[in-house]
């Protein structure tokens, strides 16, 4: 019998071992929970359904099925003027009311057939040849400075105009009249008879410094008023051949065709010069921009309103920087001061005996480093002021006063 016992005794062994193991790595299969703890932890980083953004948590219900983590989902908020985005809608709010949009027409008379133009066709025609009238319009901007109505904008925008008419923000249109231009700023003052006017405010244009924001309000190619924004790029600009008087602020915000003689204003909203210009390759804006400071316009607006005119200072006299050759060849030690290129006949340089050729190196006691900004000091002292002026001649220093005449107004084209 034992000989048939013993080939069963191992088969048996072995089923019970593999019967232990299976229970040991399986207490499931018994119907109890294992009491040893789960290893499959979440990630300390990962967050709850309860502390996820956005997501809501979900509500108990008679089901046990245990709820997964929630993505992390951020949330779209919209944007807000007093929340934590930054918005320059205020600023807007403040100055673009107060930025108009200038329409200005004037009519012209020219031959009716191109021939007119020959003088052999011409001869049988004589004076009397049929002419015929053309309307041509041009729109820049302009900005409300007073609540009487005053207005500031270039001249260019409304050179040899017969008729202005601006257009409000608020949908209000008028005629406006001109009282005055200063084609050696490119700036003109206009008036306008309406109630209830929005006023900017004014900066201290000194104050302004590269880096500041800078929001350009205007009405490019005549969509609309548009704001762009960018920084101011450089201060007192110069040498652009722009105008007689130069001291650009230079800005990187979107100006186009439309935009001469509107806003340039602040992160707060008041006005840090006039639009005037751009340097451009393309006719467009390339981020290189130029206004008129609003200190130098306040100067000229009260002045056009008191006197009709812009008053200057003016010695008579044309200069020329003076280079390091010019200094050479005038026995200076260095390049410093301006060379007399003309006198007008008459004029007050001519009168105190200054003559072509003179090297002027100081006025008033303070040096010449630069022609522009010694004829813009000079412009600003009031006719009639006696003005002590330095300058050498064959290699001698002598001193003179000269009595600062008026600036005579340029020939109108």
Same mark, same amino acid.
């Given at each position: 019998?034992?000989?048939?016992?013993?080939?069963?005794?191992?088969?048996?062994?072995?089923?019970?071992?593999?019967?232990?193991?299976?229970?040991?790595?399986?207490?499931?299969?018994?119907?109890?929970?294992?009491?040893?703890?789960?290893?499959?932890?979440?990630?300390?980083?990962?967050?709850?359904?309860?502390?996820?953004?956005?997501? +809501?948590?979900?509500?108990?219900?008679?089901?046990?099925?245990? =709820?997964?983590?929630?993505?992390? $989902?951020?949330?779209?908020?919209?944007?807000?003027?007093?929340?934590?985005?930054?918005?320059? #809608?205020?600023?807007?709010?403040? #100055?673009?009311?107060?930025?108009?949009?200038?329409? @200005?027409?004037? !009519?012209?008379?020219?031959?009716?057939?191109?021939?007119? =133009?020959?003088?052999?066709?011409?001869?049988?025609?004589?004076?009397?040849?049929?002419?015929?009238?053309?309307?041509?319009? @041009?729109?820049?901007?302009?900005?409300?400075?007073?609540?009487?109505?005053?207005?500031?904008?270039?001249?260019?925008?409304?050179?040899? /105009?017969?008729?202005?008419?601006?257009? &409000?923000?608020?949908?209000?249109?008028?005629?406006?009249?001109?009282?005055?231009?200063?084609?050696?700023?490119?700036? #003109?003052? &206009?008036?306008?008879?309406?109630?209830?006017?929005?006023?900017?405010?004014?900066?201290?244009?000194?104050?302004?410094?590269?880096?500041?924001?800078?929001?350009?309000?205007?009405?490019?190619?005549? *969509?609309?008023?548009? !704001?762009?924004?960018?920084?101011?790029?450089?201060?007192?600009?110069?040498?652009?051949? &722009?105008? +007689?008087?130069?001291?650009?602020?230079?800005?990187?915000?979107?100006?186009?065709?439309?935009?001469?003689?509107?806003?340039? !204003?602040?992160?707060?909203? /008041?006005?840090?010069?006039?639009?005037?210009?751009?340097?451009?390759?393309?006719?467009?804006?390339?981020?290189?921009?130029? /206004?008129?400071?609003?200190?130098? /316009?306040?100067?000229?607006? @009260?002045?056009?309103?008191?006197?009709?005119?812009?008053?200057?200072?003016? $010695?008579?006299?044309? *200069?020329?920087?003076?280079?390091?050759?010019?200094?050479?060849?005038?026995?200076?030690?260095? #390049?410093?001061?301006?060379?007399?290129?003309?006198?007008?006949?008459?004029?007050?340089?001519?009168?105190?005996?200054?003559?072509?050729?003179?090297?002027?190196?100081?006025?008033?006691?303070?040096?010449?480093?630069?022609?522009?900004? +010694?004829?813009?000091?000079?412009?600003?002292?009031?006719?009639?002021? %006696?003005?002590?002026?330095?300058?050498?001649?064959?290699?001698?220093?002598?001193?003179?006063?000269?009595?600062?005449?008026?600036?005579? %107004?340029?020939?109108?084209?």
């Amino acid at each position: 019998m034992r000989r048939f016992v013993m080939p069963l005794i191992w088969p048996v062994i072995s089923g019970v071992l593999l019967a232990v193991i299976l229970l040991y790595q399986f207490p499931g299969l018994l119907g109890t929970e294992s009491s040893q703890p789960s290893t499959n932890t979440a990630p300390p980083s990962e967050p709850t359904a309860s502390e996820a953004p956005g997501v +809501a948590t979900p509500q108990a219900s008679g089901n046990t099925a245990v =709820s997964r983590p929630a993505p992390d $989902l951020q949330e779209a908020k919209p944007l807000s003027r007093n929340g934590g985005t930054v918005s320059y #809608a205020s600023a807007v709010d403040k #100055a673009a009311p107060a930025v108009v949009n200038v329409y @200005s027409s004037r !009519v012209v008379e020219r031959e009716q057939h191109p021939l007119m =133009s020959d003088p052999f066709f011409r001869q049988f025609f004589g004076e009397d040849m049929p002419r015929r009238q053309r309307l041509l319009s @041009s729109l820049g901007s302009g900005v409300i400075v007073s609540a009487e109505g005053y207005i500031l904008t270039n001249q260019h925008v409304i050179r040899g /105009a017969d008729q202005i008419q601006v257009a &409000l923000r608020d949908g209000r249109e008028t005629l406006a009249r001109l009282i005055g231009t200063d084609p050696e700023s490119d700036l #003109a003052v &206009l008036k306008i008879d309406l109630e209830g006017l929005p006023v900017i405010r004014l900066s201290d244009s000194e104050q302004v410094a590269v880096g500041d924001v800078s929001l350009a309000i205007g009405n490019p190619f005549g *969509v609309g008023q548009t !704001v762009t924004m960018g920084i101011i790029s450089a201060t007192g600009r110069n040498h652009l051949g &722009l105008s +007689a008087y130069e001291d650009f602020i230079q800005t990187d915000a979107a100006i186009n065709p439309g935009n001469s003689g509107g806003a340039l !204003v602040n992160a707060q909203g /008041a006005l840090v010069g006039i639009n005037t210009a751009i340097f451009s390759r393309s006719g467009g804006s390339q981020g290189i921009g130029f /206004a008129i400071p609003a200190n130098l /316009a306040r100067d000229i607006l @009260s002045q056009i309103i008191t006197h009709g005119r812009v008053i200057r200072g003016w $010695l008579g006299i044309e *200069v020329q920087e003076i280079t390091a050759n010019l200094a050479t060849s005038f026995g200076l030690n260095a #390049a410093q001061g301006v060379v007399i290129a003309n006198v007008v006949p008459g004029g007050p340089g001519a009168e105190a005996g200054l003559q072509p050729g003179d090297v002027m190196t100081a006025i008033d006691g303070k040096p010449i480093i630069d022609p522009r900004v +010694a004829m813009a000091d000079i412009a600003e002292i009031a006719p009639g002021t %006696r003005l002590p002026v330095t300058y050498i001649r064959g290699g001698e220093r002598h001193s003179v006063e000269v009595e600062v005449g008026e600036r005579p %107004r340029p020939q109108q084209a």
